[in-house]
C-alpha cells in the first residue's frame, strides 16, 4: 500500500539479504495492510450495517467469522498440510516440509475459532454451549488430532527423522479428519432429527456481503500468518544446521579421542 | 439479541489473532538477529 | 514378511508370557477401570429403555460404550509397553539391521496387540456382564464387533505407537496421537455392541462394516509408511 515506507529495492540482489532484519517483506506487508482493511470492513458490515436475522437474531453475526475460519482451516490450511506432507515424503522438500506444519499451526488457530465461535453461536440458539452437534463434535475431536500432529513437529530428536514422521502424520491426519466427520455425523443422524441447521439461515444482500468479506479476511490474514510462520521455521531450521555444524566442528577439533568418547 | 454472545466471540477471535500476529512478528525479529543475513531468507 | 511377522509376534507375547505385566497388571487395570465407572454413574440410577418401556440400570445401558473405554484404556497401557520394549536397547534399529521387513515387523506387533486385546477383553467382558448386568440379543454380532474393533484398534495403536518410538515424551504422545484417531472406533464400537446386546442387529451390523473398514484401512498405511518409521528411529 501506498502508506507503507518500504526502503526494500524489489530485485533480488544483495542489497535485499542486507535488508532482512524480520520475517516481513514487501509482500507481507501489502497483504498484512489488505488484512487490516478487509478487518476493519468485516467489523463494520458484520457488526453495524448488517441487520440481525430474524430466527437468530443479532448472533448470526458470529457467523461471518466462525463460517469463514472453518472454511480456512478444514479447506485450506490442512489441505496445505496434507499436499506438503505428500510432497516431503517424495522428494525430501525442506520448503514443503516447514510450510505443511506451518499452515497446520494457523490451522489450528482458525480450529480454535470455529469452536469458540460455534460454542458462543450454539448458547442463545440451541440454550447450550455445548450440544452434540455432529459438527462441533468432530471439530472439537479434530482439534486435538491437529494438535497432536504439532506435538510431532515438536520433539526435540533428529531433524530428519522429526519431518519424516510428521509428513507420515499430516497425510493419515488428513483422512482421519474425514472419517471422523464422516462417523459423527453418522452417529448422530442416527438418533436424533435434525436439529436446527446453520446452513438454513436466511441471507440477505448486505448479511452475503459481510460473509464474502468475512472469507477474503479472514483468508488474507491467514496466508499472511502462514507466509510469517514459514519464515520462522525457515530460522530455526537454519539455526538447528547451524548448531549441529558448530558440534560437529568442535568434536573434530577435539581430535581422535574426543571422538572416542562422544562416539558410543 | 445475542449481542452479549457476539462481542465475546470478536473480541477473541481478533485479540487472539492480534496476539499471535505480534508474537510472530517477535520472534521472526528474535530469530533473525542470531543468523548471518545471507541465511535468513528461504531463496530457492 | 509372513515369516517375520509371526517371529516378533512370538517374541512379543513371550516377553508378556515371562512377565507377566499383562496378567498382573493390564487386565487388573481394565477390570479396576469397569468398577471406577461404578463409582462415577450412580449404579441405583434406573432409565426408560427406549423399546417396551422396560427400565434399565443407567450402568446396564451405559454398558458398551464404558467397556470400550476400559479396553482404549488398557490398549494405552499395552502400547506404551509394546514399544518401551523396544526402544530400550534400541532393538528397532536392530531388526532393521537384521534384515526384518518392516511391513513384517508391523504385522507382528499388531499382532501381538491383537492377541493381548482378545485376551483382556474376555476377562473385562465377562466382569463387564457381570458388573453391569446387560441383556445378549445376538451374540454372533458381539463377536464381530469385538473382533473387528480389536484389529482397528491394534492397527491405529501399533503405528501410533512406532511414531512415538524412541522418545521420551512417548508416555504423553502416544496417548494424545491415538485418542482423537480411534475416537471414530469407540464410537462405532459402542453403537454396534449395544444393538449386539439389546438389539435390534441391523444397525449394528452398519457399523461392523465401518470397524472393518477402518481396519483395513490402517492396516494398509501401516504396512505402506512402516518403513520409513523405522528408518533412523
Not at chain 1, 509482500?27 to 478487518?39: E, H, K, P
Request: charged share 15%.
Amino acid at each position: 500500500m501506498t502508506t507503507e515506507i518500504s526502503p526494500e529495492p524489489a530485485s533480488k540482489t544483495t542489497t535485499m539479504t542486507d535488508a532482512v532484519t524480520s520475517t516481513g517483506s514487501k509482500v507481507t506487508r501489502v497483504l498484512g495492510a489488505l488484512s487490516l482493511v478487509s478487518i476493519a470492513l468485516l467489523l463494520a458490515f458484520g457488526l453495524l450495517v448488517s441487520p440481525p436475522e430474524i430466527a437468530q437474531g443479532d448472533s448470526v453475526r458470529l457467523f461471518y467469522i466462525h463460517v469463514p475460519s472453518a472454511i480456512v482451516c478444514l479447506y485450506i490450511a490442512f489441505s496445505i498440510t496434507l499436499v506438503g506432507s505428500i510432497i516431503y515424503l517424495r522428494n525430501q522438500s525442506t520448503f514443503w516440509d516447514l510450510m505443511a506444519g506451518a499452515a497446520a499451526e494457523v490451522g489450528v488457530v482458525f480450529l480454535g475459532f470455529t469452536l469458540v465461535t460455534g460454542m458462543l453461536w450454539g448458547k442463545p440458539t440451541w440454550g447450550t454451549y455445548w450440544t452434540w452437534d455432529p459438527r462441533l463434535t468432530s471439530t472439537a475431536v479434530s482439534f486435538v488430532l491437529y494438535l497432536g500432529y504439532l506435538a510431532v513437529r515438536r520433539l526435540d530428536m533428529d531433524p530428519v527423522a522429526r519431518s519424516k514422521r510428521a509428513a507420515i502424520l499430516g497425510i493419515i491426519s488428513f483422512a482421519n479428519l474425514i472419517i471422523i466427520r464422516y462417523s459423527v455425523a453418522w452417529w448422530r443422524s442416527l438418533h436424533q432429527g435434525q436439529t436446527l441447521d446453520p446452513r438454513d439461515t436466511q441471507l440477505d444482500n448486505t448479511m452475503l456481503f459481510s460473509f464474502v468479506l468475512g472469507v477474503l479476511a479472514l483468508t488474507m490474514t491467514f496466508a499472511w500468518l502462514v507466509i510469517h510462520r514459514f519464515r520462522i521455521a525457515w530460522l530455526e531450521h537454519q539455526l538447528e544446521a547451524q548448531q549441529l555444524e558448530l558440534a560437529i566442528a568442535e568434536r573434530t577439533s577435539q581430535g581422535p579421542t574426543g571422538l572416542a568418547h562422544g562416539g558410543a | 439479541m445475542g449481542w452479549e454472545y457476539v462481542v465475546p466471540g470478536y473480541l477473541i477471535v481478533f485479540g487472539v489473532l492480534a496476539i499471535y500476529a505480534v508474537s510472530l512478528i517477535r520472534r521472526g525479529r528474535r530469530l533473525s538477529e542470531q543468523l548471518p543475513p545471507e541465511k535468513r531468507r528461504f531463496l530457492d | 514378511m509372513i515369516e517375520h511377522a509371526r517371529l516378533i509376534a512370538a517374541k512379543d507375547l513371550k516377553i508378556e508370557w515371562s512377565s507377566r505385566v499383562l496378567t498382573a497388571q493390564v487386565i487388573p487395570f481394565g477390570v479396576l477401570v469397569l468398577v471406577l465407572f461404578g463409582f462415577g454413574i450412580p449404579p441405583d440410577r434406573r432409565v426408560l429403555a427406549s423399546e417396551g418401556g422396560a427400565s434399565r440400570s443407567l450402568l446396564e445401558q451405559a454398558s458398551p460404550g464404558l467397556f470400550w473405554l476400559a479396553v482404549l484404556f488398557s490398549l494405552l497401557l499395552a502400547l506404551n509397553r509394546s514399544f518401551a520394549v523396544e526402544a530400550a536397547d534400541g532393538n528397532l534399529d536392530a531388526l532393521r539391521l537384521a534384515g526384518f521387513d518392516p511391513a513384517g515387523v508391523f504385522l507382528g506387533k499388531s499382532g501381538a496387540i491383537v492377541c493381548e486385546l482378545l485376551v483382556l477383553e474376555l476377562v473385562v467382558g465377562t466382569g463387564a456382564f457381570l458388573l453391569y448386568g446387560p441383556p445378549l440379543h445376538d451374540a454372533l454380532q458381539l463377536c464381530a464387533v469385538v473382533v473387528t474393533t480389536t484389529l482397528a484398534m491394534s492397527f491405529a495403536g501399533t503405528l501410533y505407537g512406532a511414531l512415538g518410538a524412541g522418545l521420551r515424551l512417548r508416555d504423553t504422545l502416544v496417548p494424545l496421537l491415538v485418542l482423537p484417531v480411534l475416537a471414530p472406533v469407540l464410537l462405532a464400537a459402542t453403537r454396534a455392541t449395544e444393538s449386539a446386546l439389546f438389539g435390534p442387529s441391523s444397525e449394528g451390523w452398519a457399523w461392523v462394516g465401518f470397524l472393518g473398514a477402518f481396519a483395513l484401512l490402517y492396516l494398509g498405511a501401516g504396512i505402506l509408511s512402516f518403513g520409513s518409521l523405522l528408518e533412523e528411529s
